[in-house]
């Protein structure tokens, strides 16, 4: 059966992004990169919130012209090339082979899951929710070597206990620690 894997980059104190929403943080060298892009070539397809897709379709598509960074230049490919859901109640259209997902949480993912993995990246909104419905059945977490301050962070506060068992850890580019776990069911 297929996953629905959670990718995330956090820092430290377990921030997605800064207090002014900053996202200039997360260090992406080249063990990191090839891990995120051997993940991102093995998905069914890649899963946003509203407004993760926003930045994401705001960048990748043209990132040539605006990034030459080795990490950017190797994803847009797959990034462009991969299936993409949005998940919401508000985005009336999206390009780049993308489906809008606007129903029920559970009912998407479970109807999605058929393409194969899910891989959900960034964001805390959805993923909190989708933690708190026990949808997520690995966590990929990327810890970045910065403390942030804030109160974005990609966990439910006040869902149920979930059990995870640690699948893996290790240290990549090293500076971020990789923590792999599967929600045990």
């Known amino acids: 059966m297929a996953n ?20 200039d ?3 992406m060298g080249p063990e990191l990169s090839g891990y995120a892009n051997d993940l991102s070539q093995r998905a069914g397809m890649f899963a946003y919130g ?3 897709w926003e930045m994401m379709s705001s960048y990748w598509p043209d990132v040539e012209s605006i990034s030459d960074h080795p990490h950017d230049l190797a994803f ?4 462009r090339e991969k299936p993409k859901l949005v998940f919401s109640r508000t985005l009336a259209s999206a390009a780049w ?11 998407e993912v479970a109807k999605h899951k058929a393409a194969g993995d ?27 070597p910065v403390i942030l301050g804030g109160d974005k962070r990609p966990f439910a ?14 240290t990549l580019d090293g500076t971020v620690a990789l923590l792999h776990y599967r929600a045990e069911r």
């Open 76 to 79: 847009a490919p797959i990034w």
């Open 50 to 52: 509203r407004r993760v």
């Open 97 to 107: 082979n993308t489906h809008i997902a606007a129903g029920d949480l559970t009912e």
């Open 157 to 170: 506060n006040d869902s149920d206990r979930i059990g995870l068992r640690l699948v893996e850890s290790r």
């Open 118 to 144: 899910i891989l959900l990246m960034g964001g805390y909104t959805l993923a909190a929710e989708l933690g708190r419905r026990g949808l997520i059945d690995e966590y990929l977490v990327c810890v970045h």
């Open 4 to 23: 629905l894997v959670y990718l995330v980059h956090t820092s430290l104190d377990g921030c997605v992004e800064g207090p002014a929403g900053e996202f």
């Open 25 to 27: 943080w997360p260090q």
